[in-house]
């Protein structure tokens, strides 16, 4: 990461926590590593994200319906799953620093810094020729450029065939010929990589040992699998249709930095649409481009978002795509899209004996439908909005008294928190203050707010902009005569006098979620 971009992250999670967005989990304790608390405007907003991803999934779709399974379910599905075997990172400690890693990220910081080193020199070459820069045939033919690439990519082909073959010792070898280092200490003192599941488990009270076992659930989609025939049957569905649901889960990560990105306790929104088999490509492509599109209506640069293949499939796909945002950190995954075949419900099948098949009334067939499965993590959107959204802006003239600048969070007023504030102009002057609550009670049964006489306008104003608040509504003395307020819009500043009864209205016609969906 960059200086900038390791300064920008770092002002975002201060501003999280400042604002009330998000804590560290048991933070008197010094924390839980990876686990966090959501506050007053983070649990807002997060909520805001479910309901537009509910609304898009399951209320724009008559073919899709919704599920809220448990998080604990019969250890068994965790077998049929393939999760109990396959569910692993590769991890390796550093015998000096007793630090723990994932052997992949440590080789891919390697090819990182390779790609840095290309860019460089791309940079370099295009301040050197100006406007006739070619930057694709630069980097196809600049014998430097090239060797950094070439580089990168045999050490990836390599990591990627070890992963693939579940060769750790292959693995191992990488680390100690690219002499990766501890990168917190320096040493290159390392055990043999090891693979490492990632369910955390738990015991049942009246079954000791293995009997007993449960896990956290390490992803929401099994309990749509399982519950698959008990839906399609009580809601008379037929192929192709779709199961949605929110929810935690939970993942022992081994190495979990990056503030939300990867937590140990998450949530995730998921919908399995369950298709005739021979018709998952036309499925696939479909739910990529909706979902790109789902992003896109929030006014998200196109630039900010890209689709990655992956090059290692789970153990469960035949087809896997990453929609990547670009966190401060570098482009990452937000969401995968993955064609699942009738891996899960065929092993499900096996292992608990039911079928779980749909009988196909245009063919008079039975079979085990084919799924594809569209799975984004609340958190990762959720920091995906924030980083977006946060800017700083120079505000001119200062007659506010509040300085030159500005923080606002630009968030899409559908997802804003809070929808307006209320604020007199004096707060010790009963008229305006009874005025200005008299709104805010009027407003409140139409969307969140808050009346805020805490400070004066200019720091009331900064902190609303702060936090996100689309409109700022402000109670004078002309207010008191003739029913009229200033509205103040957040990201323009504009100011205009409009009436009271106009309020509802134009804030409604801001922040209304069906926009999104048109
Ligand atoms: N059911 C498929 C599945 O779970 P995944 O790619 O492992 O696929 C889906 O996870 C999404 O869940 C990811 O794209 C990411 O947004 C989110 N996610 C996964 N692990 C996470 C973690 N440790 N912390 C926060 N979000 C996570």
Known sequence: MSQTSADSFKKLTAHCKEYGFIYQSSEIYDGLSAVYDYGPYGVLLKNNIKEYWWKSMVQMHENIVGLDAAIFMHPSTWKASGHVDAFNDPLVDNKDSKRRYRADQLIEGVMEKLEEKADKEVEKAKKRFGETFDEKLYRETNPRVSEYLQKAADINARMNEALRNGDMAALTALINELEIADPDTGSRNWTDVRMFNLMFNTQLGNIAGEEGKLYLRPETAQGIFVNFLNVQKTTRQKLPFGIAQI??????????????????????????????????????????????????????????????????????????VDIQFEFPFGFRELEGIHS???????????????????????????????????????????????????????????????????????????????????????????????????????????????????????????????????????????????????????????????????????IRERVDMARLFK
Not at 270 to 298: C, N, S, V
Not at 465 to 485: K, Q, R
Request: aromatic content about 12%.
């Open 340 to 506: 699942r075949t009738d891996f899960d419900l065929t092993e499900h099948q096996k292992l608990s004996g039911k079928k779980l098949q749909y009988f196909d009334p245009e063919t008079n067939e039975n079979y085990v439908p084919y799924v594809v499965e569209t799975s984004i993590g609340c958190d990762r959107m959720f920091l995906a909005m924030m980083g977006n959204a946060l800017v700083e802006e120079a505000v001119g003239d200062n007659t506010d008294g509040e300085g030159n600048s500005r923080d606002v969070l630009k968030l899409h007023p559908a997802l804003s928190p809070l929808k307006f504030a209320v604020m007199p102009l004096k707060r010790n002057e009963p008229g305006l203050v009874e005025k200005a609550k008299g709104i805010f009670n009027l407003l409140k049964f139409h969307f969140p707010g808050q009346y805020d006489d805490t400070g004066s306008i200019g720091k009331l104003y900064r902190r609303q902009d702060a936090i996100g608040t689309p409109f700022c509504i402000t109670v004078d003395f002309e207010s008191l005569e003739n029913d009229t307020v200033t509205i103040r819009e957040r990201d323009s500043m504009a100011q205009q006098r409009v009436s009271i009864s106009a309020l509802e209205g134009m």
């Open 247 to 320: 929810g935690k889960a939970f993942r022992n990560e081994i190495v979990a930095r990056q503030f939300i990105f990867r937590m140990r306790e998450f949530e995730q929104m998921e919908m399995q649409f369950f298709i005739k088999p021979g018709t998952q490509q036309e499925w696939y492509d479909y739910w990529k481009q909706f979902r790109l599109k789902w992003h896109l209506a929030l006014g998200t640069s196109p630039d900010k978002l890209r689709f990655h293949d992956h090059e290692n499939l789970a153990h469960y796909a035949d087809a896997a």
